[in-house]
């Protein structure tokens, strides 16, 4: 049962446009998103987070925006740089639920081209 | 640098065979976590410890056992391998683990296991 899914396993933007990374959810439990960047030989690192209170939050040239009702969640990545091509998981956990595991959709793998 | 590590980096191994995975958490951090990621998947929680203790379960198999110590580095210690065991092996920390509001995690490089 995959409670989180990254519905595209690439994705390929041009330098300097916008790249929107998409995720969806079935568990309604879920209070607390996440992205992570990966690359190659390296453990993911922490991009941006949401809450469920919340329907948007921005951190410099990445925005997250979260639609409940539709439980899907996007990245928006403005403008994109040739660093940004990496592997983005999506995560979610149930806090208020007191669990702190994650759970991961696939992964998308975004290439920047110049 | 997340401050955690694991070693080793790579592990070859043959199927039958038993090998331990090892976690150092960053400073101050309470729990681990251990995520497996095979291939073109995403990372699977297997299991949580916090402060010594086991917290969280998740598809973890029964072959495969962890432990945290008194100095909070964890052990991950997978037994009668098989080939489908072939995967990254992720250990993450953070400050407490539990709680209704979340603690980030940090994650270490990996430990990439083959089984041959």
């Known amino acids: 049962d995959q409670q989180v899914k990254q519905n595209s396993p690439s994705l390929s933007v041009q330098e300097g446009r916008i790249s929107i990374l998409n995720c969806d959810y079935t568990?309604?439990?879920?209070?607390?998103f996440l992205w992570y960047k990966k690359y190659p030989a390296e453990g993911p690192t922490f991009l941006i987070s949401?809450?469920?209170?919340?329907d948007k939050n921005e951190d410099g040239r990445f925005t997250v925006f979260l639609n409940k009702s539709a439980k899907h969640l996007s990245l928006h990545i403005v403008p994109s740089q040739p660093g940004d091509s990496a592997v983005y998981f999506c995560?979610?956990?149930?806090?208020?639920?007191?669990?702190?595991?994650?759970?991961f959709g696939q992964g998308t793998r975004l290439t920047i081209n110049p | 640098d997340s401050g955690v590590t694991q070693t080793p980096k790579h592990l070859i191994t043959a199927t039958g065979q038993r090998v331990t995975l090892r976690c150092s958490p960053r400073?101050?951090?309470?729990?681990v976590y251990w995520y497996q990621q095979s291939l073109d998947q995403g990372l699977q929680f297997l299991i949580q410890?916090?402060?010594?203790?086991?917290?969280a379960k998740g598809n973890i198999l029964e072959r495969f056992s962890a432990q945290q110590f008194p100095d909070l580095h964890s052990e991950l210690n997978l037994s009668s391998l098989e080939l489908g065991d072939s995967a990254l092996y992720f250990c993450?920390?953070?400050?407490?683990?539990?709680?209704?509001?979340?603690?980030?995690?940090?994650f270490g490089p990996g430990t990439r296991l083959t089984v041959l």
């Open positions: 993450a920390s953070s400050l407490t683990g539990t709680g209704s509001s979340y603690n980030e995690q940090f």
């Open positions: 949401i809450s469920s209170i919340k």
């Open positions: 410890y916090y402060n010594g203790e086991e917290r």
């Open positions: 995560a979610a956990s149930a806090t208020g639920q007191g669990a702190q595991k994650l759970v």
């Open positions: 400073s101050g951090d309470l729990s």
């Open positions: 568990n309604s439990m879920f209070d607390y």
